[in-house]
């Protein structure tokens, strides 16, 4: 437990540590407050979820190292207009498949994308399988974790940037609105989609048309239909 504090205490890059749910004493109030100070996800989970992870002796508390560094998206985003970009970043709302995720990632590293947002809880994170997924694109895109997908959105919106949501509930086709303006594109998870609170603060819905019985296509695919649309429109 004592070397987890410490990595938290130096800035390492933690995706999350789990903790036993029944977890209670001294140094375990002095991990919670230390990730608590540095925004550092913890989970409670019964022992048997710890112990499926790793037999050492674990004393309740297993940490989770990111593969990569997460950027900040107030540090980002004025870099980006700084270097003279037209910025396009894309938002993943829920998403929790790593190998969704990997995809993506690759797609968007092909594409030019500036960014990948995603939120600090009920998310995916990157590590080594998403990192292998990815084909190595993780380790040149940057990815912004964010304490709130809510700030992040009205962040960008701020910033300049048009927010478009692919979503099923959309009338509007994906390649109706003009995204040669700094945009960003957010899709949800396969089984939830985009959730409320961040549909109602895009400013257009867009769907991708779908023409035979099932009706839902994979996220990754959705995604790179949709950043390719960007990419052909900026391209014109």
């Excluded at 998403?95 to 797609?107: K, S």
């Excluded at 399988?129 to 919106?157: I, M, N, Q």
Aim: net charge neutral; charged share 25%.
């Amino acid at each position: 437990m004592r070397a987890v504090i410490e990595a938290i205490e130096a800035g390492k890059e933690i995706d999350k540590i789990l903790v036993k749910k029944d977890l209670s004493s001294d140094l375990a109030e002095e991990l919670f407050k230390a990730a608590r100070e540095n925004r550092v996800v913890i989970q409670k989970v019964p022992v048997e979820k710890i112990n499926r992870v790793t037999r050492k002796n674990h004393q309740g508390v297993l940490a989770f190292l990111s593969a990569v560094t997460y950027h900040k998206l107030e540090h980002l985003v004025p870099q980006l207009y700084e270097s003279g970009k037209v910025p396009f970043v894309v938002v993943l709302d829920g998403l929790t498949d790593v190998r969704n995720f990997g995809a993506i990632a690759r797609t968007c590293d092909c594409a030019g994308v500036d960014a990948i947002v995603i939120p600090e809880r009920n998310s995916v994170s990157v590590g080594a399988d998403a990192v292998k997924t990815s084909a190595g694109a993780l380790h040149y895109l940057p990815v912004c974790r964010e304490h709130s997908l809510v700030w992040a959105v009205k962040f960008l919106k701020d910033s300049g940037y048009k927010v478009y949501g692919a979503s099923e509930k959309a009338t509007q086709s994906y390649i109706a609105p003009d995204y040669t303006t700094p945009v960003a594109i957010v899709l949800g998870s396969e089984e939830k989609g985009i959730s409320d609170e961040v549909l109602r603060l895009c400013d257009g819905l867009v769907a991708i048309p779908e023409y035979g019985h099932i009706n839902s296509l994979n996220v990754s695919v959705a995604a790179g239909i949709m950043v390719y649309e960007v990419v052909r429109q900026r391209n014109l």
